[in-house]
């Protein structure tokens, strides 16, 4: 099994979504909204001090936990439709997950995701 952890753009998050729906065996992603900076520091972004805090780019981060052999199409999905050709479209990250265990039935690994 796979973790598939990706950082995209927020006006992005549609058109990834709906690629993902077509990903045959996917069964589900979770969405966070999350603030930061890459090696842009969040220049071409506006931003403003306040208080001492910094305003981030923000990004939104998907979790995909899925089948070693859909992790290929998973991967083209996203980066397809988060590709915009312009700086900060973002990051994919892919780990291996050891376990997967569904509370619910106690099924574990492949039967879990």
């Known amino acids: 099994m796979k973790e598939i952890k990706a950082y995209i753009k927020p006006n992005r998050l549609s058109a990834v979504t709906l690629a993902l729906h077509?990903?045959?065996g996917l069964t589900?992603?979770?969405?966070?909204?999350v603030r930061g900076f890459g090696?842009?520091?969040g220049r071409?972004?506006?931003h403003r001090i306040v208080n001492d805090l910094v305003d981030y780019v923000t990004?939104?981060?998907?979790e995909i936990v899925c089948c070693d052999d859909i992790m290929e199409k998973v991967i083209s999905a996203?980066?397809?439709n988060a590709h915009t050709g312009l700086r900060g479209d973002g990051k994919i990250y892919v780990s291996n997950v050891e376990t997967a265990i569904r509370i619910a039935t106690g099924?574990?690994?492949?039967?879990?995701?």
Do not use: L, W
């Not at 589900?28 to 909204?33: I, K, L, Q, T």
């Not at 099924?107 to 995701?113: I, N, P, T």
């Open 59 to 62: 990004h939104v981060k998907i």
């Open 22 to 24: 077509e990903v045959e």
């Open 78 to 80: 996203i980066q397809e």
């Open 28 to 33: 589900g992603m979770s969405v966070v909204d």
């Open 44 to 46: 071409d972004a506006p």
């Open 107 to 113: 099924e574990r690994d492949d039967g879990a995701v």
């Open 39 to 41: 090696r842009g520091k």
